[in-house]
Protein backbone atom coordinates (compact mmCIF):
# COMPACT_ATOMS: atom_id res chain seq x y z
CA UNK A 1 0.00 0.00 0.00
CA UNK A 2 2.62 2.57 0.82
CA UNK A 3 4.52 2.26 -2.43
CA UNK A 4 1.51 2.55 -4.16
CA UNK A 5 0.89 5.73 -2.39
CA UNK A 6 4.49 6.53 -2.93
CA UNK A 7 3.62 5.86 -6.87
CA UNK A 8 0.79 8.04 -7.04
CA UNK A 9 2.58 10.69 -5.16
CA UNK A 10 5.67 10.55 -7.83
CA UNK A 11 3.38 10.51 -10.57
CA UNK A 12 1.28 13.55 -9.07
CA UNK A 13 4.58 15.62 -8.37
CA UNK A 14 5.60 15.20 -12.25
CA UNK A 15 2.60 15.89 -13.64
CA UNK A 16 2.90 19.17 -11.91
CA UNK A 17 6.04 19.58 -12.57
CA UNK A 18 5.51 19.26 -16.47
CA UNK A 19 2.53 21.73 -16.62
CA UNK A 20 3.49 24.90 -18.14
CA UNK A 21 3.93 28.32 -15.44
CA UNK A 22 0.46 30.66 -15.79
CA UNK A 23 1.91 33.38 -17.35
CA UNK A 24 1.67 36.74 -14.66
CA UNK A 25 0.60 39.85 -16.70
CA UNK A 26 -0.72 43.10 -14.98
CA UNK A 27 -4.65 42.47 -15.75
CA UNK A 28 -5.63 46.37 -15.08
CA UNK A 29 -8.69 48.64 -14.90
CA UNK A 30 -8.19 52.91 -15.29
CA UNK A 31 -10.05 53.37 -11.84
CA UNK A 32 -11.51 56.69 -12.73
CA UNK A 33 -11.43 59.31 -9.48
CA UNK A 34 -14.84 60.44 -7.70
CA UNK A 35 -16.27 62.63 -5.32
CA UNK A 36 -16.17 60.01 -2.96
CA UNK A 37 -14.33 57.76 -0.69
CA UNK A 38 -14.67 53.79 -1.46
CA UNK A 39 -15.62 50.85 -0.20
CA UNK A 40 -15.49 47.13 -0.26
CA UNK A 41 -19.15 47.69 -2.55
CA UNK A 42 -17.21 49.17 -4.92
CA UNK A 43 -14.18 47.11 -5.34
CA UNK A 44 -16.09 43.79 -6.05
CA UNK A 45 -16.73 44.16 -8.90
CA UNK A 46 -12.97 44.51 -10.15
CA UNK A 47 -12.31 41.20 -8.11
CA UNK A 48 -15.09 39.43 -10.11
CA UNK A 49 -13.18 40.37 -13.38
CA UNK A 50 -10.23 39.24 -11.61
CA UNK A 51 -7.98 42.26 -11.92
CA UNK A 52 -5.44 42.48 -9.96
CA UNK A 53 -3.98 45.62 -10.64
CA UNK A 54 -6.30 49.50 -10.76
CA UNK A 55 -4.35 52.84 -11.71
CA UNK A 56 -5.13 55.61 -9.69
CA UNK A 57 -4.97 58.94 -11.58
CA UNK A 58 -5.25 62.09 -9.26
CA UNK A 59 -5.02 65.01 -11.80
CA UNK A 60 -3.77 68.47 -11.93
CA UNK A 61 -5.10 71.18 -13.95
CA UNK A 62 -4.12 73.60 -16.63
CA UNK A 63 -6.08 76.34 -17.61
CA UNK A 64 -5.07 76.66 -21.40
CA UNK A 65 -2.62 74.80 -23.72
CA UNK A 66 0.03 77.85 -23.23
CA UNK A 67 -0.41 78.18 -19.60
CA UNK A 68 2.14 77.20 -17.40
CA UNK A 69 1.23 76.77 -14.08
CA UNK A 70 -0.44 73.42 -12.59
CA UNK A 71 -3.23 73.44 -10.33
CA UNK A 72 -3.82 70.18 -8.20
CA UNK A 73 -4.76 69.09 -4.41
CA UNK A 74 -7.30 71.55 -4.10
CA UNK A 75 -10.20 71.62 -2.24
CA UNK A 76 -11.82 72.63 -5.25
CA UNK A 77 -11.62 69.14 -6.75
CA UNK A 78 -13.42 65.77 -6.52
CA UNK A 79 -11.87 63.37 -3.30
CA UNK A 80 -10.09 60.94 -5.77
CA UNK A 81 -8.35 63.45 -7.40
CA UNK A 82 -6.41 64.54 -4.14
CA UNK A 83 -3.86 63.40 -2.46
CA UNK A 84 -6.23 62.55 0.54
CA UNK A 85 -7.92 60.75 -1.81
CA UNK A 86 -5.69 58.99 -3.77
CA UNK A 87 -4.31 57.22 -0.29
CA UNK A 88 -7.46 56.11 0.74
CA UNK A 89 -8.34 54.42 -2.71
CA UNK A 90 -5.05 52.93 -2.62
CA UNK A 91 -5.30 51.48 0.83
CA UNK A 92 -8.88 50.21 0.59
CA UNK A 93 -7.32 48.65 -2.90
CA UNK A 94 -4.50 47.24 -1.30
CA UNK A 95 -6.85 45.25 1.64
CA UNK A 96 -8.03 42.97 -1.34
CA UNK A 97 -4.96 42.27 -2.86
CA UNK A 98 -5.06 44.44 -6.26
CA UNK A 99 -1.80 46.02 -6.77
CA UNK A 100 -1.47 49.85 -7.95
CA UNK A 101 -0.46 52.15 -10.76
CA UNK A 102 -0.89 56.09 -9.73
CA UNK A 103 -0.87 57.75 -13.06
CA UNK A 104 -1.04 61.55 -12.10
CA UNK A 105 -2.59 63.14 -15.34
CA UNK A 106 -2.83 66.90 -16.33
CA UNK A 107 -6.31 68.07 -17.45
CA UNK A 108 -6.64 71.51 -20.00
CA UNK A 109 -9.86 73.04 -19.74
CA UNK A 110 -12.34 72.17 -22.14
CA UNK A 111 -10.39 68.71 -22.60
CA UNK A 112 -7.95 69.76 -24.86
CA UNK A 113 -5.28 67.57 -26.08
CA UNK A 114 -2.44 67.32 -23.53
CA UNK A 115 0.02 66.42 -26.21
CA UNK A 116 -0.32 70.33 -27.41
CA UNK A 117 0.99 71.83 -24.11
CA UNK A 118 3.23 74.09 -25.57
CA UNK A 119 4.72 77.17 -24.08
CA UNK A 120 5.47 80.43 -26.02
CA UNK A 121 8.41 81.94 -24.15
CA UNK A 122 11.69 80.51 -22.46
CA UNK A 123 10.48 82.10 -19.09
CA UNK A 124 7.13 80.35 -19.64
CA UNK A 125 8.89 76.99 -20.26
CA UNK A 126 10.61 77.42 -16.91
CA UNK A 127 7.87 78.05 -14.68
CA UNK A 128 5.81 74.99 -16.58
CA UNK A 129 8.66 72.68 -15.61
CA UNK A 130 9.09 74.09 -12.25
CA UNK A 131 5.00 73.37 -11.60
CA UNK A 132 5.40 70.10 -13.52
CA UNK A 133 8.35 68.97 -10.93
CA UNK A 134 6.21 69.65 -8.01
CA UNK A 135 3.06 67.71 -8.97
CA UNK A 136 5.26 64.74 -9.96
CA UNK A 137 7.14 64.75 -7.37
CA UNK A 138 4.88 65.36 -5.12
CA UNK A 139 2.36 62.35 -5.95
CA UNK A 140 5.75 60.22 -6.55
CA UNK A 141 6.45 60.93 -2.76
CA UNK A 142 2.59 59.78 -1.54
CA UNK A 143 3.18 56.32 -4.23
CA UNK A 144 6.27 55.52 -2.09
CA UNK A 145 4.53 56.05 0.98
CA UNK A 146 1.48 54.01 -0.34
CA UNK A 147 3.81 51.04 -1.50
CA UNK A 148 2.58 51.50 -5.11
CA UNK A 149 3.82 48.86 -7.55
CA UNK A 150 4.24 51.37 -10.91
CA UNK A 151 4.74 55.03 -10.86
CA UNK A 152 3.61 56.84 -14.42
CA UNK A 153 6.07 60.08 -14.41
CA UNK A 154 3.40 61.86 -17.01
CA UNK A 155 0.49 61.13 -20.20
CA UNK A 156 0.31 62.03 -23.57
CA UNK A 157 2.87 64.89 -23.31
CA UNK A 158 4.65 64.73 -26.43
CA UNK A 159 5.13 68.25 -27.34
CA UNK A 160 6.04 69.14 -23.89
CA UNK A 161 8.76 66.17 -23.98
CA UNK A 162 9.96 67.19 -27.90
CA UNK A 163 10.63 70.40 -26.40
CA UNK A 164 12.26 69.65 -23.38
CA UNK A 165 13.95 66.41 -23.40
CA UNK A 166 16.64 67.31 -20.89
CA UNK A 167 14.62 68.55 -18.48
CA UNK A 168 12.42 65.09 -18.60
CA UNK A 169 15.56 62.87 -18.14
CA UNK A 170 16.49 65.08 -15.04
CA UNK A 171 13.23 64.97 -13.49
CA UNK A 172 13.05 60.73 -14.13
CA UNK A 173 16.53 61.14 -12.13
CA UNK A 174 14.60 63.10 -9.19
CA UNK A 175 11.94 61.11 -9.03
CA UNK A 176 13.95 57.89 -8.66
CA UNK A 177 15.45 59.97 -5.33
CA UNK A 178 12.12 59.55 -3.88
CA UNK A 179 10.09 56.62 -5.20
CA UNK A 180 11.57 53.12 -5.39
CA UNK A 181 9.14 51.27 -7.49
CA UNK A 182 8.75 50.44 -11.25
CA UNK A 183 8.37 53.38 -13.50
CA UNK A 184 7.06 54.00 -16.70
CA UNK A 185 5.28 56.88 -19.21
CA UNK A 186 1.88 56.66 -21.01
CA UNK A 187 2.95 57.60 -24.60
CA UNK A 188 0.16 58.26 -27.03
CA UNK A 189 0.23 55.70 -29.69
CA UNK A 190 1.86 57.71 -32.24
CA UNK A 191 4.72 59.22 -29.95
CA UNK A 192 5.81 56.03 -28.08
CA UNK A 193 9.23 55.44 -31.02
CA UNK A 194 9.88 59.08 -30.19
CA UNK A 195 9.88 59.18 -26.59
CA UNK A 196 13.99 60.11 -25.72
CA UNK A 197 14.26 58.45 -21.93
CA UNK A 198 12.42 54.70 -22.03
CA UNK A 199 16.23 53.82 -20.99
CA UNK A 200 15.62 55.16 -17.49
CA UNK A 201 12.11 53.60 -16.95
CA UNK A 202 11.00 49.45 -15.94
CA UNK A 203 8.02 50.08 -18.83
CA UNK A 204 7.36 51.04 -22.07
CA UNK A 205 4.35 52.24 -21.77
CA UNK A 206 1.48 52.76 -24.49
CA UNK A 207 -1.90 53.95 -24.55
CA UNK A 208 -2.62 51.45 -27.30
CA UNK A 209 -5.60 53.41 -29.75
CA UNK A 210 -4.27 52.05 -32.41
CA UNK A 211 -6.41 52.25 -35.58
CA UNK A 212 -6.74 48.55 -36.68
CA UNK A 213 -10.36 48.75 -38.71
CA UNK A 214 -11.86 51.10 -41.17
CA UNK A 215 -15.34 48.98 -40.64
CA UNK A 216 -18.34 50.15 -39.47
CA UNK A 217 -18.69 47.11 -36.99
CA UNK A 218 -15.15 45.90 -37.13
CA UNK A 219 -14.90 42.14 -37.56
CA UNK A 220 -12.35 39.85 -35.33
CA UNK A 221 -10.51 39.13 -39.44
CA UNK A 222 -10.26 42.66 -40.01
CA UNK A 223 -9.13 43.72 -36.37
CA UNK A 224 -6.26 41.29 -36.81
CA UNK A 225 -5.08 41.69 -40.07
CA UNK A 226 -4.74 46.06 -38.62
CA UNK A 227 -3.05 44.74 -35.60
CA UNK A 228 -0.02 43.73 -38.37
CA UNK A 229 1.14 47.20 -39.35
CA UNK A 230 1.71 47.44 -35.91
CA UNK A 231 2.08 44.56 -33.70
CA UNK A 232 5.65 44.01 -35.35
CA UNK A 233 7.20 47.53 -34.30
CA UNK A 234 6.54 47.02 -30.95
CA UNK A 235 8.02 43.90 -30.38
CA UNK A 236 10.98 45.29 -32.42
CA UNK A 237 10.47 48.51 -30.28
CA UNK A 238 10.01 45.96 -27.47
CA UNK A 239 13.67 44.29 -28.05
CA UNK A 240 15.49 47.10 -28.96
CA UNK A 241 15.33 48.55 -25.54
CA UNK A 242 15.10 44.97 -23.46
CA UNK A 243 11.67 46.25 -22.03
CA UNK A 244 8.37 44.66 -21.42
CA UNK A 245 5.83 47.08 -23.07
CA UNK A 246 2.75 48.10 -21.02
CA UNK A 247 -0.06 49.38 -22.56
CA UNK A 248 -0.63 52.26 -19.22
CA UNK A 249 -4.21 52.66 -21.53
CA UNK A 250 -5.83 50.43 -23.71
CA UNK A 251 -9.68 50.37 -24.61
CA UNK A 252 -12.38 51.37 -27.25
CA UNK A 253 -15.69 52.89 -27.24
CA UNK A 254 -19.12 51.10 -28.28
CA UNK A 255 -19.57 53.02 -31.59
CA UNK A 256 -20.03 52.30 -34.76
CA UNK A 257 -15.97 52.38 -35.98
CA UNK A 258 -14.78 51.72 -32.56
CA UNK A 259 -11.46 50.19 -34.29
CA UNK A 260 -10.83 53.22 -36.39
CA UNK A 261 -9.15 56.23 -34.38
CA UNK A 262 -10.09 54.61 -31.14
CA UNK A 263 -9.02 57.69 -28.97
CA UNK A 264 -11.43 59.55 -30.15
CA UNK A 265 -13.88 60.82 -26.89
CA UNK A 266 -16.25 63.44 -29.29
CA UNK A 267 -19.68 63.23 -27.71
CA UNK A 268 -21.18 63.34 -31.45
CA UNK A 269 -19.71 59.79 -32.22
CA UNK A 270 -23.38 58.21 -30.70
CA UNK A 271 -24.04 55.49 -33.07
CA UNK A 272 -24.12 52.61 -30.33
CA UNK A 273 -22.63 49.79 -31.50
CA UNK A 274 -21.42 46.85 -28.67
CA UNK A 275 -20.29 44.50 -31.22
CA UNK A 276 -17.91 46.59 -32.76
CA UNK A 277 -16.39 47.07 -28.98
CA UNK A 278 -16.38 43.57 -28.23
CA UNK A 279 -14.18 42.64 -31.20
CA UNK A 280 -11.91 44.80 -31.11
CA UNK A 281 -11.13 44.10 -27.80
CA UNK A 282 -11.31 40.31 -28.07
CA UNK A 283 -8.44 40.77 -30.78
CA UNK A 284 -6.19 42.85 -28.71
CA UNK A 285 -6.53 39.70 -25.86
CA UNK A 286 -5.94 37.82 -28.70
CA UNK A 287 -2.71 39.46 -30.30
CA UNK A 288 -0.93 41.00 -26.95
CA UNK A 289 -1.49 39.11 -23.49
CA UNK A 290 0.13 35.43 -24.11
CA UNK A 291 3.33 37.65 -25.70
CA UNK A 292 6.10 36.84 -23.38
CA UNK A 293 7.48 40.98 -24.22
CA UNK A 294 4.01 42.08 -23.15
CA UNK A 295 3.70 42.96 -19.22
CA UNK A 296 -0.39 43.79 -19.50
CA UNK A 297 -2.29 46.82 -19.54
CA UNK A 298 -5.19 48.81 -17.49
CA UNK A 299 -8.37 48.96 -19.27
CA UNK A 300 -9.98 52.29 -19.90
CA UNK A 301 -12.23 53.50 -18.12
CA UNK A 302 -13.81 52.02 -14.99
CA UNK A 303 -16.12 53.66 -12.58
CA UNK A 304 -16.40 53.62 -8.62
CA UNK A 305 -20.19 52.81 -8.65
CA UNK A 306 -20.68 49.82 -10.78
CA UNK A 307 -24.33 49.28 -11.12
CA UNK A 308 -24.94 53.11 -12.29
CA UNK A 309 -22.16 52.69 -14.66
CA UNK A 310 -21.73 51.72 -18.56
CA UNK A 311 -24.72 49.75 -19.34
CA UNK A 312 -26.53 48.61 -22.56
CA UNK A 313 -27.04 51.67 -24.06
CA UNK A 314 -23.57 53.67 -23.05
CA UNK A 315 -21.50 54.54 -26.21
CA UNK A 316 -18.49 55.39 -24.41
CA UNK A 317 -15.25 53.24 -23.23
CA UNK A 318 -16.06 51.65 -20.30
CA UNK A 319 -16.79 48.03 -20.24
CA UNK A 320 -19.08 48.64 -17.40
CA UNK A 321 -22.53 46.03 -17.76
CA UNK A 322 -21.51 45.50 -21.62
CA UNK A 323 -21.11 42.53 -23.34
CA UNK A 324 -17.22 43.04 -23.30
CA UNK A 325 -17.32 43.13 -19.28
CA UNK A 326 -17.61 39.00 -19.67
CA UNK A 327 -14.76 39.32 -22.62
CA UNK A 328 -12.37 41.08 -19.93
CA UNK A 329 -13.49 38.68 -16.77
CA UNK A 330 -12.84 35.44 -18.86
CA UNK A 331 -9.65 36.91 -19.97
CA UNK A 332 -8.33 38.02 -16.81
CA UNK A 333 -9.20 34.77 -15.19
CA UNK A 334 -6.77 33.11 -17.33
CA UNK A 335 -3.30 35.07 -15.82
Same mark, same amino acid.
Not at 60 to 89: A, C, D
Not at 280 to 296: H, N, R, S
Given at each position: ????????????????????? *?????????????????? /?????????????????????????? #????????????????? *????????? #? =??????????????????????????????????? =????????????? *???????????????????????????????????????????????????? /????????????????????????????????????????????????????? =?????????? /???????????????????????????? =?????????????????????????????????????? *??????????????
Amino acid at each position: MKIILRVGLFFMICSCAMMPN *KPEKINGVSFVASRDSIN /DTHIKPLLNIHANYAAIMPFGFIREL #SHPEIMFNTNRQWFGET *KVGVKQYVE #S =LKKHHISIMIKPQIWVRRGEFTGGIKMTSEADWKV =LEVSYSQFILEYA *KVAQEVKAEIFCVGTELETFIDNRPEYWKQLISEIRKVYKGKLTYAANWNEY /DRTPFWEQLDYIGMDAYFPVSDEQTPTVEACRKGWLKHKPTIKAFSEKYNKPI =LFAEYGYRSV /DFAGKEPWRSDRDMNALNLEAQTNTMQV =LFEEFWDEPWFAGGFVWKWFHNHEKSGGLYDDRFTPQN *KPVEALIQAQYSKY
